[in-house]
């Protein structure tokens, strides 16, 4: 690996639609070592070649089993060692999560289940969450350090989403799902964004596509870069490209030098 990389993820709500926008150009123009995809809603085959020039050594995909729904990518200009996807955590068989190993590092892209469905949909979102921290705990039983980014679906605490206290019945800022990301991180796991830049306040990931929510900058931030304690003194920083349209949601990255 180069001594310093940088991983950008985007939760980019249908690959197609995006490449029609032509909204993943800017690309071209990153040296961005490692790009990670959610809600493509496509399968492999179905993934424009004209998404952006550059050229990645290696393209992993999980697609959902239901057509256009869900979806992950990895487009990465190092091999990995090892991918999977994870299918008994993602038990549904969504696409949900795109594994990939790189020497000692374990980078997990992840689109997590959102649960505002119903309660059956909730309850599945919490056992996807403790069985995805499962998953992670035995990697670093393993011997791998890790690093996690995509769509959590879950706001963790209330500088994270602009209207907190009228959210807090809804799936996405409800105190069990809160409490899990406070697990999360209890176990040795980095919020990225709150490490490097402290308690910054409206920054947000996601906004509704309704009432002008972008412009007005009324959102959430549920799309996170986790990293293991021991990849602390590595990371160099860790943002947000709000500027970035194409999507309702926008990308976020960190650098880390390995």
């Given at each position: 690996?180069?001594?310093?990389?940088?991983?950008?993820?985007?939760?980019v709500?249908?690959i197609?639609?995006?490449?029609?926008?032509?909204?993943?150009?800017?690309?071209?123009?990153?040296?961005t070592d490692?790009l990670?995809?959610?809600?493509?809603?496509?399968t492999?085959?179905?993934?424009p070649?004209?998404?952006?020039?550059?050229?990645?050594?290696?393209?992993?995909?999980n697609?959902?089993?239901?057509?256009?729904?869900?979806?992950?990518?990895?487009?990465?200009?190092?091999?990995?060692?090892?991918?999977?996807?994870?299918?008994?955590?993602?038990?549904?068989?969504?696409?949900?999560?795109?594994e990939?190993?790189?020497?000692?590092?374990?980078?997990?892209?992840v689109?997590?289940?959102?649960?505002?469905?119903?309660?059956e949909?909730?309850?599945?979102?919490?056992k996807?969450?403790d069985?995805?921290?499962?998953?992670c705990?035995?990697?670093?039983?393993?011997?791998?350090?890790?690093?996690?980014?995509?769509?959590?679906n879950t706001?963790?605490?209330e500088?994270?989403?602009?209207?907190?206290?009228?959210?807090?019945?809804?799936?996405g800022?409800?105190?069990?799902?809160?409490a899990w990301?406070?697990k999360?991180i209890?176990?040795g796991?980095?919020?990225?964004?709150?490490?490097?830049?402290?308690?910054?306040?409206?920054r947000?990931?996601w906004?509704?596509y309704?009432?002008?929510?972008?412009?007005?900058?009324?959102?959430?931030?549920?799309?996170?870069?986790?990293?293991?304690?021991d990849?602390?003194?590595?990371l160099?920083?860790?943002?947000i490209?709000?500027?970035?349209?194409?999507?309702?949601?926008?990308?976020?990255?960190?650098?880390?030098?390995?």
């Amino acid at each position: 690996m180069s001594d310093s990389i940088e991983i950008i993820s985007w939760n980019v709500n249908g690959i197609r639609a995006v490449a029609n926008k032509e909204a993943l150009k800017w690309i071209d123009e990153r040296q961005t070592d490692i790009l990670c995809l959610q809600e493509i809603k496509a399968t492999q085959e179905q993934i424009p070649d004209d998404l952006f020039e550059k050229e990645y050594e290696e393209t992993l995909v999980n697609s959902a089993t239901k057509k256009g729904y869900s979806g992950t990518a990895i487009f990465s200009t190092i091999k990995s060692d090892f991918n999977a996807i994870a299918e008994h955590v993602d038990t549904t068989l969504e696409g949900r999560i795109v594994e990939a190993h790189y020497g000692d590092i374990a980078l997990l892209n992840v689109y997590f289940p959102n649960g505002q469905k119903n309660e059956e949909r909730l309850a599945h979102k919490m056992k996807f969450y403790d069985d995805f921290l499962a998953h992670c705990e035995k990697l670093r039983e393993d011997g791998k350090s890790i690093i996690i980014c995509g769509d959590v679906n879950t706001a963790h605490t209330e500088i994270d989403l602009s209207n907190p206290k009228a959210n807090s019945k809804t799936s996405g800022f409800l105190p069990i799902e809160r409490a899990w990301m406070d697990k999360l991180i209890e176990h040795g796991y980095i919020d990225t964004f709150r490490y490097v830049n402290g308690d910054e306040k409206e920054r947000y990931s996601w906004w509704s596509y309704r009432s002008g929510a972008r412009d007005r900058n009324v959102g959430w931030r549920i799309d996170y870069f986790f990293i293991s304690e021991d990849l602390c003194e590595s990371l160099e920083d860790a943002f947000i490209l709000n500027d970035i349209k194409g999507s309702d949601h926008c990308p976020t990255g960190i650098r880390i030098s390995l």
